[in-house]
């Protein structure tokens, strides 16, 4: 079946010490997104990839950067780890045509916590 | 600012319809989704309404959509149990590109 695939499902970092976090996909989606969503809110986007096109919201710090190496993957890096980076990391994709309804498929999702 | 409401908690029995609201910002967003996170999961898209439209109906779900007031809705008939989960609603902002604007997400509680 077609799906977003993120790994790992739980990671444990500890503070200060760098971290990535992968997503794949099988849709063939040319957009991949990146949201953190921490306890009892709203997933909030922190940047996306538009084909080979970077694009990041204004507000995600400068400690949280993005590869997407080919159309399957897209890995996240956070590079010192705060203790208010402990959120659940959501991946998704989407097919972005014109007119189209461009809906998001989600992966599951990595639980990060931060010691 | 650019927020998309949804009251917090909802808590119905089993067999009753449950109706979920949500008040959005934007005028202009050409489409309006329903996704569903169940605890320690990602987010499922259930379905989706064009702007267009008024009314969008599949399965057990309707979806309700009131431009003039910003308002949409979603029914789900006869709630499950498995129907236990948290709701957002989300808006693509008009003036194109990817960003969805997620609601605060509505905790639905079904009981027996």
């Known amino acids: 079946d077609a799906m977003v695939i993120q790994n790992p499902r739980y990671q444990v970092t500890q503070f200060g010490k760098p971290v990535t976090l992968s997503c794949s996909q099988t849709?063939?989606?040319?957009?991949m997104y990146w949201y953190q969503q921490k306890s009892s809110q709203a997933p909030k986007l922190l940047f996306h990839?538009?084909?080979?096109?970077?694009?990041n919201e204004a507000d995600t710090p400068d400690n949280f950067q993005s590869r997407r190496p080919n159309t399957s993957f897209c890995f996240l890096d956070i590079r010192s780890p705060g203790l208010g980076d402990a959120a659940m990391y959501l991946c998704?994709?989407?097919?972005?045509?014109?007119?189209?309804?461009?809906?998001?498929?989600f992966g599951p999702g990595t639980r990060l916590t931060v010691l | 600012g650019e927020d998309v409401e949804q009251s917090l908690f909802l808590s119905v029995r089993e067999g009753d319809s449950s109706v979920i609201n949500c008040t959005y910002t934007?005028?202009?967003?050409?489409?309006l989704y329903w996704y569903k996170q169940e605890p320690g999961a990602g987010l499922q898209l259930l379905t989706y309404?064009?702007?267009?439209?008024d009314m969008k109906q599949d399965q057990r779900l309707t979806v309700l959509l009131n431009k003039k007031d910003k308002h949409l809705s979603l029914r789900i008939a006869d709630t499950q149990t498995g129907d236990s989960a948290i709701y957002f609603c989300?808006?693509?902002?008009?003036?194109?590109?990817?960003?969805?604007?997620f609601g605060t997400g509505t905790q639905l509680k079904v009981e027996l």
């Open positions: 998704a994709t989407s097919r972005e045509l014109a007119g189209g309804s461009n809906e998001q498929f």
């Open positions: 849709l063939n989606h040319n957009v």
């Open positions: 990839y538009y084909d080979k096109d970077f694009n």
């Open positions: 934007d005028s202009s967003s050409t489409y």
């Open positions: 309404i064009f702007s267009n439209m």
């Open positions: 989300a808006e693509i902002l008009g003036g194109g590109g990817n960003k969805l604007t």
